[in-house]
Nanobody, 126 residues
Framework: QVQLLESGGGSVQAGGSLRLSCEASGFPFSSYCMAWFRQAPGNEREGVAAIDRDGSTIYVDSVKGRFTISKDNAANTLYLQMNSLKPEDSAMYYC????????????????????WGQGTQVTVSS
């Protein structure tokens, strides 16, 4: 049974940093594509960053240069380092995982992921 448990959210001032973690269990972590999504009230869930099996990464344009996704296969843990936070980054952040076909790279579409955590709240004040 796939389980994803996010942590590390909180309240920070604009310009601050947070590091989110997602502890995974119940599946071969290194074989799955992993991603972070976020959803603010009234908005659709959007992909923030994804990391492929080989460690390659993609980001939504709004976080490029500020956020870094990484993973520790030995610890079955996904991370999102968030720097230079802005009020518009405020949202519930979700960890997602799925087994992609070998030739399909990790993506940022909600429909590509079947496994989700319960989320961790990030609030950035101006």
């Amino acid at each position: 049974q796939v389980q994803l448990l996010e942590s590390g959210g909180g309240s920070v001032q604009a310009g601050g940093s947070l590091r989110l973690s997602c502890e995974a269990s119940g599946f071969p972590f290194s074989s799955y594509c992993m991603a972070w999504f976020r959803q603010a009230p009234g908005n659709e869930r959007e992909g923030v960053a994804a990391i492929d099996r080989d460690g390659s990464t993609i980001y939504v344009d709004s976080v490029k240069g500020r956020f870094t996704i990484s993973k520790d296969n030995a610890a079955n843990t996904l991370y999102l380092q968030m720097n230079s936070l802005k009020p518009e980054d405020s949202a519930m952040y979700y960890c997602a995982a799925d087994l992609f076909p070998p030739t399909v790279p990790a993506g940022l579409l909600v429909s590509e992921y079947a496994n989700w955590g319960q989320g961790t709240q990030v609030t950035v004040s101006s």
